[in-house]
């Protein structure tokens, strides 16, 4: 009992602002037959406590989890366990920790492996009121759709402006999006932008406020997801 007491001082020590807290985000789906499992694997040699915090689109907490990782071990969550399967359980994953973590997220469909990503880029700092960038590729063309994810990990509001070029440069959208405390926003391109072969290129999100998290789905033959926590400039 004193040792989960201690953990739990430990995790609202680092959550309220730790100078040794590493902070990590990303995106999960627990809709339309879709599910995540998070693979963390502690890098260092010492322990690590960890706090884990699922967040719905509007910034509601679901679900979460605290606990400690041993030198280099590794432990597993299937989301899907913990959160029910409704149409708008999804959003951000919030993950705070003492050490430097590294993570396999496992994008399952219809119960099967869809898409792997690996995560070892923390949520960053960024100076505020100085513009950052976020830059990821999205296509529309042949057959494939893109869906793009803005979330916000933070515990205050921020907002950002997202942008869409095609491969000439030609700005096809523009949008400046509020998001509140760990609320997300979903971009469908087939309706912003609809389908075509020269419906691809750079989709830009500029962020001067709070850093945010970017996520994009690509839909065709298989689903595929990639985070994105490292600005560009």
Known sequence: MRYAALVVCILIGIGAAGVAQHQYAFYYDLSGGQDLVINMMNTMEESSAYLI????AW???LWQKTGELGAYEAEFYRLGEFVAAEEMNWGVVTLASEQELVFGLEYLAGGELASIDNISREVPEVESG???WLGA???????LSTGVIIMNPHAEATSVNVSLRNPNGALL??????????ESEYLDLDKLV??????WGLVDVQMQEKAVVVAVEYYGERLEVDNITEYYF
Do not use: R
């Open 53 to 56: 915090e699922v967040y719905d």
């Open 59 to 61: 910034g509601n907490l």
């Open 130 to 132: 100085v513009p950052y």
């Open 137 to 143: 590729y999205y296509t529309q063309a042949e057959g």
């Open 173 to 182: 959208y523009s949008q400046d999006i509020d998001l509140g405390p760990h």
């Open 194 to 199: 609809g389908q075509g072969g020269l419906i």
